[in-house]
């Protein structure tokens, strides 16, 4: 099975249970920094993060391979008029997106890995825009059930991105989730 049939079928059995998709508890709470524009949620899934950035005021495009989970938040954006724009594509191919230098104020990223982003995130956020990531780590206290290939090693965020203004950065070992919320710097570094 591949990774859009995985995650239809995991959406398709999520969306019977019929329970609201919520945002990530980190980004809520660092809510206070987020004062609207455009804003970029990359592998989105049925669009918790997304539909919390619209309601605070961002424009967002949102990106997902599950056409299940776009085509829910599609009609839930209608539903709700919120602002929206969701895309089904595969990042892998990331370079067929397009999105131009300096054209984001935030870019976000829950629970998905491809570390091949990491140079486009930097190239599209606009000076100043923020950056939020969070996913599993390779924890010494605790065994996800998820691969070791879709975990960040210690610290790793934080040397990626290091050079920015970081806000927000907690490895928290007992979840085993690794967080950062960080700042393109003024110099562009
Ligand atoms: C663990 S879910 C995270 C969803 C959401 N960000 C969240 O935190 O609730 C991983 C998501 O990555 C998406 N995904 C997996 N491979 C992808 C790819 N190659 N391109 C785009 N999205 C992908 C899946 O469809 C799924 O929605």
Redesign the pocket.
């Known amino acids: 099975m591949d990774?859009?049939e995985k995650?239809n079928s995991k959406?398709k059995e999520r969306l019977l249970k019929n329970e609201e998709?919520l945002p990530?508890k980190r980004l809520e709470e660092l809510s206070t920094y987020l004062n609207g524009g455009e804003a970029l949620?990359?592998?989105?899934?049925?669009g918790?993060?997304s539909m919390f950035l619209a309601n605070i005021g961002y424009q967002v495009e949102a990106?997902?391979?599950?056409d299940k989970?776009i085509g829910y938040l599609q009609l839930q954006s209608e539903k709700k008029q919120l602002a929206i724009h969701p895309r089904m594509?595969?990042?892998?191919d990331r370079w067929s997106l397009n999105y131009l230098k300096n054209s984001f104020d935030l870019v976000v990223?829950?629970?998905?890995l491809?570390r091949s982003l990491f140079p486009m995130v930097k190239t599209i956020l606009k000076e100043n825009g923020y950056f939020f990531m969070e996913t599993f780590y390779l924890s010494p206290t605790n065994e996800q059930k998820v691969s070791n290939q879709y975990k960040l090693k210690p610290n790793e965020l934080l040397k990626e991105f290091g050079n920015w203004n970081v806000l927000f950065y907690e490895e928290n070992e007992w979840e085993g989730r690794q967080t950062i919320f960080c700042r393109k710097s003024f110099s562009g570094k």
């Not at 949620?41 to 049925?46: H, I, P, R, T």
């Not at 990223?109 to 998905?112: E, F, L, W």
């Open positions: 990774s859009k995650w959406y998709p990530n949620d990359l592998a989105c899934g049925l918790g993060n990106v997902d391979i599950s989970a594509a595969d990042l892998t990223i829950t629970y998905y491809d």
